[in-house]
């Protein structure tokens, strides 16, 4: 057989796109993806551009029911403690993406009205400095 194929995996769809983590044959992580109402794929987060010396991998991800915000738990070194990143499926200019929260999977969705998240970190756990 051939070279290595890419892998596809978690799709979620969320308004009129839909989202899924990606792995390049000759990439190291998975990338979060967006497939357009019009058909094009397109990179929304990629966990080798977070800045830093850490090893970063994406833990999970849970689009708005609009499609329009995505929360993203990174997971830094290995380290089981995530960081939640808040994207908008439309890019957005770096001076107004909202920084970075701890956050755990099991208690991270939308307000119904779309407009705000919720989530939480574990008991001993320090919400990360702004």
Request: charge should be positive; charged fraction near 20%; aromatic fraction near 10%.
């Amino acid at each position: 057989m051939g070279g290595a194929l890419p892998q596809y995996s978690d799709f979620t769809p969320a308004g009129d796109r839909v989202f899924y983590l990606a792995r390049e044959p000759d990439a190291s992580v998975l990338v979060l993806m967006v497939r357009e109402p019009e058909g094009a794929s397109r990179v929304l987060f990629d966990p080798d551009t977070v800045p830093g010396e850490a090893h970063h991998a994406i833990a999970w991800y849970v689009p708005s029911p609009d499609g329009r915000h995505i929360a993203c738990a990174v997971f830094p070194s290995g380290s089981e403690e995530s960081t939640i990143q808040v994207l908008t499926s439309t890019p957005v200019p770096p001076w107004r993406r909202p920084r970075p929260r701890r956050a755990l999977p099991s208690c991270t969705g939308w307000a119904p009205t779309r407009r705000g998240m919720r989530w939480c970190w574990r008991a001993g756990s320090t919400p990360m400095s702004s």
